[in-house]
C-alpha cells in the first residue's frame, strides 16, 4: 500500500525556491508532488482560512510543498531526509511535517484554495504559463520586474515540479486583462519573457478567448496556419467552440 508523506520548507527568497525545485531532480528524486507558493500568496491564504500551520515570518519569502509516496516507510524518511538536506544548499529555513492525517490535509488545503484566496483579494487575472524548471527563478523575478513597470501586482504560486506557474494579477480598477491596454502590453511583455526561456503561454488551462490574442508570440505564421487548417478540415463550418482559437 503507498504511503503519501508531504512537507513544507520555507525560503528566504523564492529565486532560491525555484533552483531548489530543479535541484531536486537533478539528484535523482521525483516527488509526487511539488508545489510552490510565494510569500504574497502565502500570506492572503493564510489569512483567508486563519491557519498557521506554515508560519509566516519577516523572512519568509516563498514556501515548497513536496511530497513523497512508495511502499516502504523507512525509504521514504531516508529520501525526506536527503531532500531536505539539499534544500538547506539553496537558503532553506525550517522544514515542517505534517505528522498526521489532518495536518496533511490542512497543508493540502492551504495550497487547494490559492487561487480562491487572491482573487477574493483582488487578483482577478489569471495566467498560466510554463518554463523549464530550471528556469522558474527567472520568470518569477520577472513577473516582478513587469510589475513594476506596468503598474500591476502579482503573486505566484503552482506545479514547480512542472515548471507551471501560475501568475495571478491585481491592477486598481480592472478585472480583465483585455479593459487595460497598459496590463495588455505587460502581459505580452510577460509571455515574451515566458518564450524567451524555453516555455509557452498555456501549461494546463488551454488558450481560449483569454489568450488567443497572445498566439503569434509563441507560434510563426506557419504554425498559425497549420493550426487553422487543421480546424477547417474537422470542423469546416466552424461550428465547434467556435471563436475560442481562431476567428
Same mark, same amino acid.
Given at each position: 500500500?503507498? %504511503? ?9 527568497? $523564492? ?5 531548489? +525545485? ?12 511539488? @508545489? ?8 492572503? +491564504? ?26 516502504? $516507510? ?31 490535509? @490542512? ?16 487578483? %482577478? ?5 510554463? +518554463?523549464?524548471?530550471?528556469?522558474? $527563478? ?43 491596454? @497598459? ?52 470542423? $469546416? ?11
Amino acid at each position: 500500500r503507498s %504511503t503519501l508523506f508531504p512537507y513544507t520548507t520555507l525560503f528566504r527568497s $523564492p529565486y532560491r525556491a525555484g533552483e531548489a +525545485v530543479s535541484a531536486i531532480f537533478r539528484a535523482g528524486f521525483t516527488p509526487s508532488a511539488l @508545489e510552490l507558493v510565494e510569500i504574497d500568496a502565502l500570506r492572503i +491564504v493564510s489569512r483567508f482560512i486563519n491557519n498557521s500551520l506554515v508560519p509566516v515570518t519577516d523572512d519568509t519569502e516563498a514556501h515548497l510543498i513536496i511530497e513523497v509516496d512508495g511502499n516502504y $516507510p523507512d525509504i521514504l524518511m531516508n529520501e525526506m531526509e536527503a531532500i531536505s538536506n539539499l534544500l538547506t544548499l539553496y537558503d532553506a529555513g525550517d522544514v515542517y511535517f505534517a505528522d498526521d492525517a489532518q495536518q496533511k490535509n @490542512e497543508l493540502w488545503r492551504m495550497r487547494r484554495v490559492v487561487a480562491e484566496a487572491v482573487k477574493i483579494d483582488g487578483y %482577478t487575472v489569471e495566467e498560466d504559463t510554463v +518554463v523549464p524548471r530550471a528556469e522558474l $527563478p527567472a520568470l518569477i523575478r520577472g513577473v516582478k520586474e513587469l510589475g513594476r513597470k506596468y503598474n500591476f501586482q502579482a503573486v505566484c504560486y503552482g506545479h514547480a515540479g512542472d515548471g507551471n506557474l501560475h501568475i495571478r494579477i491585481k491592477k486598481p480598477g480592472v478585472t480583465h486583462s483585455l479593459e487595460d491596454a @497598459e496590463l495588455v502590453a505587460g502581459i505580452r511583455a510577460l509571455f515574451a519573457l515566458v518564450h524567451k526561456l524555453g516555455g509557452t503561454i498555456s501549461g494546463e488551462h488551454g488558450v481560449g478567448l483569454v489568450q488567443k490574442g497572445y498566439m503569434d508570440i509563441v507560434f510563426g505564421e506557419v504554425n498559425l496556419q497549420l493550426m487553422r487548417g487543421i480546424k477547417k478540415t474537422f470542423d $469546416p463550418n466552424n461550428i465547434l467552440n467556435a471563436g475560442k482559437i481562431f476567428d
